[in-house]
């Protein structure tokens, strides 16, 4: 049983993968830490996989690639885990493509834990406790968002909604750049951001969790304008 | 209890005047958009000693002209205007200026702004007011300054209206004026066939060199002309013609628009001409020279607007690129226009449910919706003749791959032909060099067509590799980790100490097998990821370390090692990630075959930087063999290899990409650790 807080206390683990071999694998993981494995079969709908799950006593252990064979689901893991996150469900993203690719890293505000398959062993319980601690507030060094300073060195229109910003976060680190991916959709201020950098380097703010690691760490929220 | 009202401090002037100012000429092109708008036929602007601050310019027109009220309240009254694009002009015209605060910057450009006019069907008087903006600099609101408006009996001047601005307080330099004759001549669409009925001449000499740009139209030398539209019902349509006025191709508005939709936007028209300054097509069918074409492009190409006939700052200006012509073209280079090679003119009826609003600073229209749907009409338009374009350029290279097959025979026939004019002790010596030429031809011919299916056969191994690595990469591998992991545990928990071993070790030797093979695809996908293709900046240490992890599993799997010696910087270049690390992943390559061709015993490689000045010098040196049986200066060669499966591509590679990224290589055959040693510069942004 792993203890998260009060009035949470996980007992099952609901595994979420297009192969069931794999499922049957995480399994044996879940197993051996003492918790009940539940089956995914199939992802119909996000509203209906949310309501399946215990919010009481249930965390979810999430594969990025779901789409692979057609009937399984809709979506890939980051959105689904992206949906669990906000609905309160202590959720963990597991993946063996290292470095994460941009669709993963323009989830990664609601990704807090991101493991390989080899780590799951070790790390699995402490990152379904680190994402209920969050969920409830609470976040660890690595992950607390801090508004600060970020300097747009550049900016290219990889789709009609999307754009890539080439950034440096002087809080983070002095001069490393980061690329990090906007939808226009979604932050509508990414269009005013990248007509000022036209004419040079401009500086933004956004909340960003500076106390990251690795640039595959961060995430970025709330942008506006100096 | 006392009675008053809301007053104005007069530095609402200086707010609403010097600070909605987009420049001189922006000012200036105010005032000529309201004798515009009050239907003249004729509006002069004459400028004296400009040079320097204190000198004067004077517009006149010949339009309608005020008297005392329509000064009173009309001219008089900033924020206000009886002008609505809903109302045209006795003329017809659309008003170009309807805010009511366009002319203020104007006025201010000099200490005193005088105005006279002359109201037609009342011509017998002359009607004028003086305003000294210093008074105004001293008041307490500008409600304290008064104003006289004078009429006296007019028997000089016809209909119309003169401004005076005196006692500049700038000074107008030759490229304001170049940039204020430029704005007033292509105000009221010079481009089209109709006449807008209303000139503009600006006495400045620099105006007559613009005029003649202008005058000079080489539409007719475009290679493409794009017509496209879009009605008052969203519906579009494109076509594109030739030079000669022909339909190349047409579209419906289907195929401009994926979705279907229709364009929530006013009706407008959209003629884009794009030049191909080839100066071999050009000289063989066009009349004009390339080079005038080029000095018109440079002063008018790019994508102007027109709304209701009156042109729409800033688009279309220089260096405004609205539509990223530029930017597509950079993604994707071919067939693709830039503003320096073409011209376009979009003109919108502003009518209908989604009419454009101008911003009130003149910087553009207001980016809402109607405005970003004419943008994707524009651009879909755009992007349908690129489609169409790549297409045309892919039939020209098939045609050209079968035509290459069929020009050797027929050249030898031409051959031949000639042979049998030459004379006859001539004829034999002849024959044999074009025979002895040919053979060499054939070699170079047959040695490019296999290094090009090499590529295509990499490549296509590259591609099959990404595309399933998932299947090999992910799922299995990942349950054999997963169940090793939990078998080790089960043991640990389950079995007695002393027979532990037995089950762990053969566990072990799997881990570490599956940890090689999940190497090979994760390696293969990170190196093909398309982030790492893309220019910008690149922090060389970092690819050095990356390519170090990516490649660990493999050194160490074949007993080398990789010792890293980085200077203490963070050397950057702009180029791609995926260039570094093939230099890196190739010259790694290299030593570990070296290893293995020669069975060395101590497999060491040694990667290292220094920065010298602006340049970071990386070595590359390993313990091998060094060079043998090849010589250095064709291992750069491609094809050249000791391997018998080799590509011998390797090398080449790296060589081509240093190259590309504005460095150099060399090798040396006895380097620091005894093997081979490449050294590479490149040039740095910073460190």
């Given at each position: 049983?792993?203890?998260?807080?009060?009035?949470?206390?996980?007992r099952?683990?609901?595994?979420?993968?297009?192969?069931?071999?794999?499922?049957?694998?995480?399994?044996?993981?879940?197993?051996?830490?003492?918790?009940?494995?539940?089956?995914?079969?199939?992802?119909?709908?996000?509203?209906?996989?949310?309501?399946?799950?215990?919010?009481?006593?249930?965390?979810?252990?999430?594969?990025?690639?779901?789409?692979?064979?057609?009937?399984?689901?809709?979506?890939d893991?980051?959105?689904?885990?992206?949906?669990?996150?906000?609905?309160?469900?202590?959720?963990?993203?597991?993946?063996?493509?290292f470095?994460?690719?941009?669709?993963?890293?323009?989830?990664?505000?609601?990704?807090?834990?991101?493991?390989?398959?080899?780590d799951?062993?070790?790390?699995?319980?402490?990152?379904?406790?680190?994402?209920?601690?969050?969920?409830?507030g609470?976040?660890?060094?690595?992950?607390k968002?801090?508004?600060?300073?970020?300097?747009?060195?550049?900016?290219?229109?990889?789709?009609?909604?999307?754009?890539r910003?080439?950034?440096v976060?002087?809080?983070?680190?002095?001069?490393?750049?980061?690329?990090?991916?906007?939808?226009?959709?979604?932050?509508?201020?990414?269009?005013?951001?990248?007509?000022?950098?036209?004419?040079?380097?401009?500086?933004?703010?956004a909340?960003?969790?500076?106390?990251?690691?690795?640039?595959?760490?961060?995430?970025?929220?709330?942008?506006?304008?100096? | 209890?006392?009675?008053?009202?809301?007053?104005?401090?007069?530095?609402?002037?200086?707010?609403?005047?010097?600070?909605?100012?987009?420049?001189?000429?922006?000012s200036?092109?105010?005032?000529?958009?309201?004798?515009?708008?009050a239907d003249?036929?004729?509006?002069?602007?004459?400028?004296?000693?400009?040079?320097?601050?204190?000198?004067?310019?004077?517009?006149?027109?010949?339009?309608?002209?005020?008297?005392?009220a329509?000064?009173?309240d009309?001219w008089?009254?900033?924020?206000?205007s009886?002008?609505?694009?809903?109302?045209k002009?006795?003329l017809?015209?659309?008003?170009a200026?309807?805010?009511?605060?366009?002319?203020?910057?104007?006025?201010?450009?000099?200490?005193?702004?005088?105005?006279?006019?002359?109201k037609?069907?009342?011509?017998?008087?002359?009607?004028?007011?003086?305003?000294?903006?210093e008074?105004?600099?001293?008041?307490?609101?500008?409600?304290?300054?008064?104003?006289?408006?004078?009429?006296?009996?007019?028997?000089?001047?016809?209909?119309?209206?003169?401004i005076?601005?005196?006692?500049?307080?700038?000074?107008?330099?030759?490229?304001?004026v170049?940039k204020?004759?430029?704005?007033?001549?292509?105000?009221?669409?010079?481009?089209?066939?109709?006449?807008?009925?209303?000139?503009?001449?600006?006495?400045?000499?620099?105006?007559?060199?613009?005029?003649?740009?202008?005058?000079?139209?080489?539409?007719d030398?475009?290679?493409?002309?794009?017509?496209?539209?879009?009605?008052?019902?969203?519906?579009?349509?494109?076509?594109?013609?030739d030079?000669?006025?022909?339909?190349?191709?047409?579209?419906?508005?289907?195929?401009?628009?994926?979705?279907?939709?229709?364009?929530?936007?006013?009706?407008?028209?959209?003629?884009?001409?794009?030049?191909?300054?080839?100066?071999?097509?050009?000289?063989?069918?066009r009349?004009?020279?390339?080079?005038?074409?080029?000095?018109?492009?440079?002063?008018?190409?790019?994508?102007?607007?027109?709304q209701?006939?009156?042109?729409?700052?800033?688009?279309?200006?220089?260096?405004?690129?609205?539509?990223?012509?530029?930017?597509?073209?950079?993604?994707?280079?071919?067939?693709?226009?830039?503003?320096?090679?073409?011209?376009?003119?979009?003109?919108?009826?502003?009518?209908?449910?989604?009419?454009?609003?101008?911003?009130?600073?003149?910087?553009?229209?207001?980016?809402?919706?109607?405005?970003?749907?004419?943008?994707e009409?524009?651009?879909?338009?755009l992007?349908?003749?690129?489609?169409?374009?790549?297409?045309?350029?892919?039939?020209?290279?098939?045609?050209?791959?079968?035509?290459?097959?069929?020009?050797?025979r027929?050249?030898?026939?031409?051959?031949?032909?000639?042979?049998?004019?030459?004379?006859?002790k001539l004829q034999?010596?002849?024959?044999?060099?074009?025979n002895?030429?040919?053979?060499?031809?054939?070699?170079?011919?047959?040695?490019?067509?296999?290094?090009?299916?090499l590529?295509?056969?990499?490549?296509?191994?590259?591609?099959?590799?990404?595309?399933?690595?998932?299947?090999?990469?992910?799922?299995?591998?990942?349950?054999?980790?997963?169940?090793?992991?939990?078998?080790?545990?089960?043991?640990s928990?389950?079995?007695?100490?002393?027979?532990?071993?037995?089950?762990?070790?053969?566990?072990?030797?799997?881990?570490?097998?599956?940890?090689?093979?999940?190497?090979?695809?994760?390696?293969?996908?990170?190196?093909?990821?398309?982030?790492?293709?893309?220019?910008?900046?690149?922090?060389?240490?970092n690819?050095?370390?990356?390519?170090?992890?990516?490649?660990?599993?493999?050194?160490?799997?074949?007993?080398?090692?990789?010792?890293?010696?980085?200077?203490?910087?963070?050397?950057?270049?702009?180029?791609?990630?995926?260039?570094?690390?093939?230099i890196?992943?190739n010259?790694?390559?290299?030593?570990?075959?070296?290893?293995?061709?020669?069975?060395?015993?101590?497999?060491?490689?040694?990667i290292?930087?220094?920065?010298?000045?602006s340049?970071?010098?990386?070595?590359?040196?390993?313990?091998?063999?060094?060079?043998?049986?090849?010589?250095?200066?064709?291992?750069?060669?491609?094809?050249?290899?000791?391997?018998?499966?080799?590509?011998?591509?390797?090398?080449?590679?790296?060589?081509?990409?240093?190259?590309?990224?504005?460095?150099?290589?060399?090798?040396?055959?006895?380097?620091?650790?005894?093997?081979?040693?490449?050294?590479?510069?490149?040039?740095?942004?910073?460190?």
């Amino acid at each position: 049983m792993l203890a998260t807080s009060y009035p949470r206390e996980i007992r099952r683990i609901q595994l979420i993968d297009d192969d069931p071999e794999v499922r049957s694998s995480y399994g044996m993981i879940v197993e051996d830490a003492g918790l009940i494995p539940v089956d995914v079969p199939s992802i119909k709908s996000i509203k209906e996989l949310i309501g399946s799950i215990d919010t009481y006593c249930d965390g979810v252990i999430c594969d990025y690639q779901l789409k692979s064979r057609s009937t399984y689901s809709q979506i890939d893991g980051h959105e689904v885990v992206e949906s669990l996150y906000k609905a309160g469900i202590p959720v963990l993203l597991c993946t063996r493509y290292f470095p994460p690719n941009s669709a993963i890293l323009s989830k990664r505000r609601h990704i807090p834990a991101l493991l390989s398959s080899g780590d799951l062993a070790t790390k699995m319980l402490p990152a379904l406790q680190m994402c209920a601690e969050e969920q409830r507030g609470s976040f660890t060094l690595e992950r607390k968002p801090w508004k600060t300073l970020i300097r747009v060195e550049g900016a290219e229109q990889v789709s009609s909604d999307v754009i890539r910003f080439h950034v440096v976060v002087p809080g983070w680190h002095p001069s490393q750049g980061v690329d990090v991916e906007l939808k226009i959709s979604e932050v509508p201020i990414a269009k005013t951001i990248r007509e000022l950098c036209q004419s040079g380097e401009c500086r933004v703010r956004a909340h960003v969790n500076i106390g990251a690691n690795q640039a595959e760490d961060l995430y970025f929220e709330n942008w506006s304008l100096t | 209890m006392e009675k008053t009202h809301i007053r104005f401090s007069p530095r609402i002037l200086a707010r609403l005047g010097e600070e909605l100012n987009q420049g001189a000429d922006q000012s200036i092109l105010e005032l000529i958009k309201n004798a515009f708008d009050a239907d003249a036929t004729k509006c002069t602007i004459e400028l004296s000693d400009t040079a320097a601050s204190g000198g004067s310019i004077r517009v006149h027109d010949n339009g309608r002209g005020m008297d005392a009220a329509g000064i009173r309240d009309g001219w008089l009254v900033l924020g206000s205007s009886e002008k609505t694009p809903l109302k045209k002009t006795k003329l017809g015209r659309t008003p170009a200026g309807n805010k009511g605060l366009g002319r203020l910057a104007a006025l201010r450009m000099g200490k005193v702004v005088s105005l006279a006019s002359v109201k037609e069907n009342n011509s017998r008087r002359l009607h004028s007011v003086r305003i000294d903006w210093e008074l105004f600099d001293g008041a307490n609101t500008v409600e304290d300054v008064k104003l006289e408006i004078k009429s006296e009996k007019n028997t000089k001047r016809q209909k119309g209206t003169w401004i005076e601005l005196t006692d500049l307080k700038s000074a107008l330099r030759s490229e304001d004026v170049k940039k204020l004759a430029r704005a007033a001549l292509l105000l009221t669409d010079p481009f089209g066939d109709k006449k807008s009925g209303f000139t503009v001449v600006l006495k400045a000499p620099e105006f007559s060199d613009v005029e003649k740009l202008v005058r000079q139209k080489y539409f007719d030398d475009a290679d493409y002309h794009l017509q496209a539209s879009v009605n008052s019902r969203g519906i579009a349509q494109a076509n594109i013609l030739d030079w000669k006025g022909e339909v190349l191709a047409a579209c419906s508005h289907d195929e401009l628009r994926a979705d279907k939709q229709r364009f929530k936007c006013p009706p407008s028209t959209f003629d884009f001409w794009v030049f191909l300054l080839k100066t071999q097509e050009f000289l063989s069918a066009r009349k004009a020279r390339t080079a005038d074409i080029r000095a018109w492009l440079s002063h008018f190409g790019g994508v102007h607007v027109y709304q209701d006939g009156v042109r729409v700052f800033p688009y279309g200006n220089p260096g405004d690129d609205w539509l990223q012509l530029n930017l597509a073209r950079v993604r994707s280079p071919e067939e693709r226009p830039s503003t320096n090679n073409s011209i376009g003119r979009i003109s919108i009826e502003n009518e209908g449910a989604y009419p454009l609003t101008q911003k009130t600073d003149r910087s553009g229209f207001i980016e809402d919706d109607a405005y970003n749907e004419l943008t994707e009409f524009a651009k879909s338009s755009l992007d349908w003749m690129a489609r169409w374009r790549l297409g045309r350029a892919e039939d020209r290279r098939r045609a050209q791959r079968k035509h290459a097959a069929e020009e050797p025979r027929k050249e030898e026939q031409n051959f031949e032909t000639a042979l049998k004019a030459a004379p006859e002790k001539l004829q034999r010596s002849l024959k044999e060099a074009f025979n002895f030429y040919a053979k060499t031809r054939d070699r170079e011919a047959d040695a490019l067509r296999k290094e090009v299916q090499l590529y295509r056969t990499l490549s296509t191994a590259g591609i099959i590799a990404a595309t399933f690595a998932h299947e090999s990469h992910g799922n299995p591998i990942k349950v054999i980790e997963l169940n090793v992991t939990s078998l080790k545990g089960r043991i640990s928990r389950n079995v007695p100490a002393d027979h532990r071993s037995k089950l762990l070790d053969p566990l072990a030797k799997i881990e570490k097998s599956v940890s090689a093979l999940a190497t090979l695809g994760s390696a293969t996908l990170s190196l093909v990821n398309s982030r790492k293709r893309r220019v910008g900046r690149v922090d060389i240490h970092n690819c050095i370390s990356g390519i170090y992890s990516l490649l660990t599993p493999f050194f160490k799997g074949r007993d080398a090692d990789i010792a890293l010696r980085l200077a203490p910087a963070s050397p950057y270049i702009r180029g791609s990630e995926a260039a570094v690390e093939s230099i890196l992943a190739n010259l790694i390559d290299n030593s570990l075959r070296a290893f293995r061709r020669d069975s060395t015993e101590n497999r060491l490689i040694q990667i290292s930087t220094e920065i010298k000045e602006s340049i970071c010098e990386i070595r590359v040196a390993d313990s091998g063999p060094g060079i043998r049986d090849v010589k250095p200066s064709d291992v750069w060669l491609p094809g050249v290899t000791t391997e018998p499966e080799g590509t011998g591509l390797g090398l080449t590679i790296v060589r081509d990409t240093v190259s590309d990224l504005g460095g150099s290589i060399y090798l040396l055959s006895g380097g620091e650790l005894g093997g081979a040693e490449f050294v590479i510069n490149l040039p740095i942004l910073g460190a």
